[in-house]
């Protein structure tokens, strides 16, 4: 997780002992922490805010599903709790904030790239990665992956057309443009995660509004750390970190503002373009239809490709799909095909992260420090 999920979730739980927190607490504070936990595993719960001023919030959890049995409703027919409006941040502090983002990210392009890219451009630039954000958006809510770079090359074509070829600054400013809507997408998709896991867990958006500042402010000092610390200890790019990312940049910017695509890529296009709006038309209709069991979604959805989850699988590197596609059989072979509990696996994936997280911080300090390695 990024530095700035880190202090999401931080200020997240710090929201818990709020008047208007998670049940967490209370139920802490009643049964215990060990014996709660386990009831929060094995037993349903409901979803998002829940205030801890309940008597006793399974007991009331149950209740009311025994309510909703006999008046023949479902948990999808109903509003999921939200938390209460001192705990939202409100529609000024939003658009303060958006105004003061997008003015400083003007300030700073003009500034670091005086005379290279002309304020317009830089305007056009964040007008695209607001758009686009919501496409990022839209593909990690879909596949759990945020295609930042795919969407990246979609500005860096159009400003393609807005900048002259002949210009000596062209590629300067196609990678800038591009740069500006990779990162807006990718603190979008970091934003609906952490806010997502916040609503979950029923923790108060307004201190994960405050966690956020505290820790886009740290993290903004930390990656640039890190990252001049790489530098001085590794080559980059070199062997052990190749940065592919970096070449696929260039060779688009010199590709759309110099030779040109390959003929006939328009008309390829298009007719992807149309195909896959056509399969999702399909996929929208098949999630409209309902059941006799009173579900929505029918049995062949699944089954139709979607557009975005095929553009994911085509920029990925086959290194990152394939270990997607072992974790996955693994998951399936555990929880169908054993029938054992999915926690355990979260779990075991959960490590596996860490671990290499960890281990790479430890092998820079070693590295740094001139350990001999092999």
């Known amino acids: ?26 139920g802490v504070k009643q049964k215990g922490l060990v014996r709660h936990l386990q009831e929060l595993i094995t037993s349903p719960r409901s979803r998002g805010y829940s205030p801890v001023h309940l ?26 709790y939200d938390a209460p409006p001192d705990q939202l941040i409100g529609i000024k502090t939003t658009l303060l904030g958006l105004a003061l ?39 990690l809510g879909e596949t759990d992956l945020n295609p930042v770079s795919g969407i990246s090359k979609l500005t860096q074509l159009i400003f393609a057309l807005v900048t ?10 196609n990678l800038i443009a591009g740069a500006i809507s990779e990162s807006g997408a990718l603190q979008a998709g970091d934003l609906l995660q952490d806010l997502k896991t916040g609503h979950l867990l029923g923790a108060s958006p307004k201190a994960q509004f405050y966690g956020q500042l505290i820790g886009s402010g740290v993290g903004a000092l930390v990656s640039a750390s890190v990252y001049k610390l790489y530098t001085k200890v590794y080559s980059i790019p070199g062997g052990l970190f190749q940065v592919p990312t970096g070449y696929v940049w ?18 390829y296009a298009g007719g992807a373009a149309l195909i896959f709006a056509c399969l999702t038309a399909l996929r929208i209709y098949g999630n409209s239809i309902r059941n006799p069991d009173g579900s929505k979604g029918a049995w062949w959805v699944p089954y139709v490709p979607g557009g975005i989850a095929v553009a994911v699988g085509m920029y990925n590197t086959p290194s990152f799909t394939l270990a997607r596609t072992a974790g996955g059989v693994l998951a399936w072979y555990w929880i169908r095909w054993r029938g054992r509990e999915e926690t355990p696996m979260i779990v075991l994936a959960s490590g596996l992260i860490l671990g290499e ?18």
């Not at 990024?2 to 927190?21: D, E, F, P």
């Not at 430890?362 to 001139?370: D, R, T």
Request: charged share 10%; aromatic share 6%; hydrophobic share 40%.
């Open 1 to 26: 997780m990024s530095a700035i999920g880190t202090q999401a979730v931080k200020g997240g739980l710090c929201g818990y002992g709020r008047s208007h927190g998670p049940a967490l607490v209370h």
């Open 55 to 80: 008597t006793d919030p399974l007991s009331s959890s149950s209740n009311h599903d025994t309510s909703q049995h006999k008046s023949g409703t479902t948990h999808d027919d109903e509003e999921e």
């Open 101 to 139: 983002s997008l003015g400083f990210c003007l300030f700073a392009v003009q500034f670091s790239f005086a005379g290279i890219i002309p304020l317009g451009l830089t305007t056009l630039g964040l007008g695209l990665a607001l758009l686009l954000s919501i496409m990022g958006v839209r593909a």
């Open 164 to 173: 002259p070829s002949h210009s000596r600054n062209a590629v300067t400013i």
């Open 250 to 267: 260039i060779f688009t910017a010199r590709l759309v503002t110099g030779q040109g695509l390959p003929p006939r890529t328009p008309e």
């Open 357 to 374: 997280g960890l281990l790479s911080i430890v092998n820079l300090g070693l590295a740094s420090a001139k350990v001999p390695h092999f």
